[in-house]
């Protein structure tokens, strides 16, 4: 079973696959740019697939007789590797992601000025970063932690079920929370360690529970710059899918700690190229970006997603500066680096894209 982490360091080499999926009794497959490759020769049973697991030290079997996944991170002689065990009705299910070494530079992510801008000049509040599995939130906030406050001199706290990316500035301290191996046995527990080391930037990872989500809020309170991720399908309906996470007796005071933290939302997007030069990736970066202003406030205490879509459209003359997807989208188009039918595929409202872009007659 090792030559399967083989497998994935020489595709990531050859063709950029980042991900190898393993099933117990089925031929694996590799996915690159998110999509599946032919299949492997590979076909590990269910038996091989636990006794993988083990030399992790991972008890694959006592999750699978609780009902339970399990999640980790791990070095091996070919990298850095995520692994995402479950068990489906095949049996045992692993999934590997190869891992970058550090950080990707900030320049290389693609971030537009607009919002680079306003988190550099950000000191304290809330930034979350949405999108769909696969939007690269996680390695957008890495290099954002890299390129902007590392080199700022600002002390950072990183709290992640698990730790994928390793930073190697002293001033970054990171920490597994859940996850094997475990360095806090809950988000309360860093949370508590976030407030007594005043911290000046703090990173939750994946917010999915109102455990994680009180916890990003109360440092947010704290003075701290906190970035959060986040599952949204779209910047404007982030802050009511936060909310949401809290019970109803605490939704009121959320909406107001939500309204009064908020920095901004970021949402990334990954869209394919229309032709890949060696050593670029498949995939380009198309950016949303919702900053936080009086009206963006009103509308957040409003319950107004709608009033929010509005302003992305037509901002306030006195307000901060949004981008809107559909421009980005349109950019990218207009100057050929992706076809106008990904553009459309990746836009959140198509007629928008059509009259944003100089491309009108190639619309479909």
């Not at 099933?23 to 694996?28: E, K, P, T």
């Not at 320049?107 to 999108?131: C, F, H, K, S, Y």
Request: with cysteine; hydrophobic share 45%; glycine share 8%.
């Amino acid at each position: 079973m090792t030559t399967i982490i083989e497998q994935l360091a020489l595709a990531r080499r050859t063709v950029g696959a980042h991900d190898l999926v393993i099933r117990s009794g089925v031929a694996s497959y590799l996915k690159v740019d998110g999509r599946p490759t032919a299949p492997l020769s590979t076909v590990a049973s269910h038996e091989e697939v636990v006794a993988f697991c083990a030399s992790f030290n991972i008890d694959a079997k006592a999750l699978f007789a609780q009902g339970r996944t399990g999640r980790f991170a791990a070095e091996g002689p070919y990298g850095r590797v995520r692994v995402e065990l479950a068990q489906d009705i095949r049996g045992a299910s692993l999934r590997f992601r190869m891992l970058s070494d550090e950080p990707w530079p900030l320049a290389r992510v693609g971030l537009p000025d607009i919002p680079l801008t306003a988190l550099r000049e950000a000191q304290r509040g809330l930034v979350i970063v949405t999108g769909v599995v696969g939007s690269a939130k996680s390695t957008i906030v890495d290099a954002l932690i890299d390129g902007i406050y590392v080199p700022d001199g600002r002390d950072i706290i990183m709290f992640q079920d698990p730790v994928e990316t390793l930073h190697r500035s002293h001033l970054v301290s990171q920490y597994n929370v859940g996850s094997a191996p475990l360095n806090l046995r809950s988000w309360e527990e860093g949370n508590e360690h976030q407030l007594r080391s005043n911290a000046l930037v703090v990173v939750i990872g994946e917010v999915n529970n109102e455990t994680t989500a009180i916890a990003a809020l109360r440092a947010a309170e704290s003075g701290a710059l906190v970035f959060i991720t986040l599952h949204s399908s779209r910047t404007t309906r982030a802050p009511g899918r936060l909310l949401a996470l809290f019970g109803d007796g605490g939704q009121s005071l959320a909406r107001v700690m939500i309204a009064d933290a908020l920095v901004g939302v970021l949402g990334p997007r990954l869209v394919r190229r229309s032709e890949v030069t060696d050593g670029e990736p498949g995939r380009v970066l198309a950016t949303e970006w919702l900053p936080n202003d009086p009206d963006v406030r009103l509308s957040i205490l409003n319950d107004d997603t709608k009033a929010l879509s509005d302003y992305l459209q037509v901002p306030s003359m006195e307000g901060l500066r949004p981008l809107l997807i559909e421009d980005q989208l349109s950019d990218l188009a207009d100057n050929e680096i992706i076809s106008i039918e990904e553009a459309q595929r990746a836009a959140n409202d198509r007629s928008l894209l059509f009259r944003r872009s100089s491309r009108r007659g190639s619309f479909v």
